[in-house]
């Protein structure tokens, strides 16, 4: 799986590329660059209208959805919007985002970046 990590003054865009399971997005979301600039900004748009799709198990997504109630201990408000490749990327990001117990985050899907960037505002 490949990445790029853009950061704006306004948020932080990772573009997943490649069939993208939980590892790829645990390594990525836990180095210090994103964790500060994702802290800092407190905007992070997951965009994976360019891989091919997604590789996660109930359980990766039980995991990742306690590593964001983690950070909710110390990220007061979030927003993170994510771009899904297919109907299955939906329904995953879905399912996190129902296990997301901070009011104060917000997660939503977009369908393009322009919508994902309108989201944020």
Not at 18 to 43: E, Y
Not at 61 to 66: A, E, F, G, Q, Y
């Amino acid at each position: 799986m490949g990445y790029e990590i853009k950061v704006t003054p306004l948020y932080v865009h990772v573009i997943y590329k490649g069939v993208v399971d939980s590892h790829d997005l645990t390594s990525i979301i836990s180095r210090s660059g994103f964790v500060n600039s994702a802290r800092r900004l407190k905007r992070v748009i997951f965009d994976y209208s360019q891989s091919e799709g997604t590789n996660f198990s109930e359980d990766d997504i039980r995991r990742l959805s306690l590593l964001f109630n983690l950070e909710s201990n110390f990220t007061d408000t979030f927003v993170a919007i994510s771009i899904p490749k297919d109907k299955e990327g939906k329904e995953q990001f879905n399912t996190c985002k129902a296990m997301i117990k901070s009011k104060s985050w917000v997660f939503e899907i977009a369908d393009n970046l322009a919508e994902a960037i309108a989201l944020l505002e």
